[in-house]
């Protein structure tokens, strides 16, 4: 099964100057479509110039472990796709750098609306997994298994920054 294992992290905003030489950075918008069970979202992202579309469908195994379907898409069934938006929900847009570090690749997503923050994500092979953190990343909490810190929750609602 294609399992997705993450650990999330709310962190103070790092300096993107210096994180964008040690990085991969994406521009992605991201919207939910209207979906009977779990989350499904369509994706836009730009990398140096090209652009991949990509549907993801996502439902919950544990705070940590998800069921993920990925599927790649064309331009025009992407636009096709985003007929069927959840109204309830904005398009997010972010910026993703995607930093390997200790043999671990660590996205950090910054969004339009935080000017203090940000989140990190890792992925592991297992819920277990050790890995250990980029010291130059300062983290205030971790929020895996928050509700409020997933992309489909920051669609509708966007929490307060953290008192830093």
């Known amino acids: 099964m294609p399992y997705e294992i993450e650990r999330k992290f709310l962190i103070s ?9 040690l990085c991969k950075i994406k521009k992605i918008s991201q919207t939910y479509l209207v979906s009977a069970e779990g989350s499904l979202r369509v994706r836009r992202t730009e990398e140096k110039g090209k652009v991949t579309y990509v549907e993801t469908s996502k439902r919950s195994i544990s705070a940590m472990k998800r069921l993920e379907l990925e599927q790649q898409l064309t331009e025009e069934e992407y636009n096709r796709r985003l007929e069927s938006r959840d109204p309830r929900r904005r398009t997010i847009q972010k910026t993703r750098y995607c930093l390997p570090y200790a043999g671990h690749t660590y996205e950090i997503d910054i969004y339009p609306f935080w000017k203090k923050q940000a989140v990190m994500e890792v992925e592991l092979s297992e819920e277990e997994e ?20 997933s992309n489909h929750s920051l669609a509708r609602e966007i929490p307060e920054e953290e008192t830093i």
Not at 132 to 144: A, H, M, Y
Request: glycine share 4%.
């Open 13 to 21: 905003r790092p300096d993107l100057l210096n994180l964008a030489n």
């Open 130 to 149: 050790a890995f250990t953190p980029p010291p130059f990343i300062r983290i205030l909490k971790e929020v895996t298994g928050d509700p409020r810190y």
